[in-house]
């Protein structure tokens, strides 16, 4: 899984000079430059011999940031991004007195981090002023995620809460972390099926179901596998065979036959229970009416495919709350954060507005409608007329019926690690003009192609 990590240290670069002289450190063990390569490339062109360390400095120092806004990530002093073996490596200054090193890659990410941070603080040490290094701290730890403002623009219907202050605007979700079972994923998976969730949502309608009515919604095989998950259990109807009426109701046949109930008779025809009729009926069990409140299998459901799409447990969250709204699941990773709402039923308009407003104000680039039926024209509607706002802020999409969800949340989470990439690239490309993401995005293609399938595989998982 491609992702990206960072780590922030107490360590200061404060002319483009000492960045300059750790670079040289950084190519010299054997990291690739890609903006310094691309400088010396230039010259190479025109048959001049390679630049040194003040000519690139005065370059760079003579070249005014076009930036629009003032922002910590876009420093004064520029870094650079280095290709080297199956990973892109970063280094740039984060305000003065951090330092700011991450990682592309799609395996083993953490560990080739680490060992490039001892490269650099091994630059630093070696090269930079000894009395300013006695300052600093290789502290190197990963910085808390925040959602940057900027993402956060001006949205008429909402606009109010962008006059808030910004402690308002960073309101903690209260969620839960999941906690399920191995049985209850197994369980999660039969409801997907839409005759099986069907029949299970009728039961739970009229409580008790006789196994005649049964098997005309449901086949004895899937019965079977709703009893043995545990999602449904068996009774047993004792009628009398003159008019019918219920004797009475036991869990098990058993019952029928060991005292006291083998000795009784009943009192219309006198006959023993166990010469009386027997007939199976079905319930909800415990857990079967668990995973139906509140769609529970389809959070479920819906939680597994992010995991095995490379979305780490401990960043997925349910039933959020805050200011007494809820929202079904929350993602935040890939230093994003997106929410996702889930229907076992339609998707209507007046599902629509709320789900919106619950996004924009909580901070989601993406909100995620995951519906195991559809949504509806009005509501596709409202999406279209809203989104064609200039000022829209995030992005809607919808998930209609169990193939498209399972096919499209992959997708979702592979954008997501493509975005963070690509925004770790853009302080860089902003800098010098260039964008650097068509080169960075078809290098990591070409090393995924290059790695064996085995390996490939290897990397579909939830670490770092």
Same mark, same amino acid.
């Given at each position: ?207 008790? #179901? ?6 005309? +919604?449901? !086949? %004895?095989?899937?019965? /079977?596998?709703?009893?043995?998950? *545990? =999602? ?65 299998? #389809? ?6 495919? +992010?995991? !095995? %799409?490379?979305?780490? /447990?401990?960043?997925?969250?349910? *039933? =959020? ?144």
């Amino acid at each position: 899984m491609l992702r990206v990590i960072t780590f922030v240290a107490n360590a200061s670069v404060r002319e483009q000079t000492e960045m300059e002289s750790l670079l040289t450190h950084l190519r010299d063990k054997g990291y690739l430059p890609v903006i310094r390569g691309m400088f010396t490339g230039v010259l190479s062109l025109a048959k001049l011999p390679e630049p040194g360390e003040q000519l690139i400095t005065k370059v760079i120092i003579q070249t005014s940031p076009m930036y629009r806004f003032r922002r910590p990530e876009f420093s004064e002093i520029l870094g650079d991004l280095f290709f080297a073996n199956e990973f892109v490596y970063l280094v740039n200054p984060l305000g003065q007195d951090t330092l700011q090193a991450s990682v592309i890659g799609y395996r083993k990410q953490e560990e080739a981090l680490r060992k490039f941070c001892a490269d650099v603080e091994d630059g630093i040490k070696s090269r930079f002023d000894g009395r300013r290094v006695r300052g600093m701290k290789f502290n190197w730890k990963i910085p808390k995620f925040r959602f940057s403002m900027y993402v956060r623009r001006r949205y008429f219907p909402f606009e109010e809460f962008f006059e808030e202050e910004e402690s308002e605007h960073e309101e903690e979700l209260k969620g839960t972390t999941p906690n399920y079972s191995l049985e209850d994923i197994k369980a999660a998976e039969l409801l997907v099926n839409t005759d099986i969730r069907r029949f299970m949502l009728r039961l739970a309608q009229v409580g008790k #179901m006789t196994s005649k009515d049964a098997v005309e +919604l449901a !086949k %004895s095989d899937i019965l /079977e596998r709703l009893l043995s998950l *545990g =999602l449904i259990t068996e009774e047993y109807l004792l009628t009398c065979k003159q008019d019918q009426h219920t004797i009475c109701v036991v869990p098990s046949k058993k019952h029928l036959t060991t005292d006291p109930m083998a000795s009784l008779r009943c009192s219309i025809c006198g006959r023993s229970f166990p010469e009386e009729n027997l007939q199976v009926i079905y319930t909800l069990s415990e857990r079967g009416k668990k995973l139906l409140d509140g769609s529970l299998w #389809m959070s479920i459901w819906v939680t597994e495919l +992010l995991k !095995k %799409s490379g979305v780490k /447990e401990e960043c997925i969250k349910w *039933g =959020l709350e805050a200011s007494g709204e809820e929202l079904d699941i929350m993602v935040e990773d890939f230093d994003s954060r997106l929410f996702f709402e889930l229907k076992d039923r339609e998707f209507g308009l007046g599902d629509a507005y709320p789900f919106v407003y619950r996004t924009t104000r909580y901070g989601g680039v993406s909100g995620i409608i995951a519906t195991m039926d559809k949504v509806s024209t009005d509501a596709k509607k409202f999406f279209e007329e809203e989104t064609h706002r200039r000022e829209y802020p995030i992005r809607i999409q919808y998930l209609e019926g169990p193939k498209q969800i399972q096919e499209d949340i992959p997708k979702i989470v592979e954008q997501l690690a493509l975005s963070q990439a690509r925004r770790m690239i853009q302080p860089f490309s902003i800098r010098i003009g260039f964008d650097l993401w068509p080169i960075v995005e078809y290098w990591l293609k070409y090393k995924t192609n290059e790695t064996p399938n085995e390996e490939v595989a290897a990397t579909a998982d939830n670490s770092g």
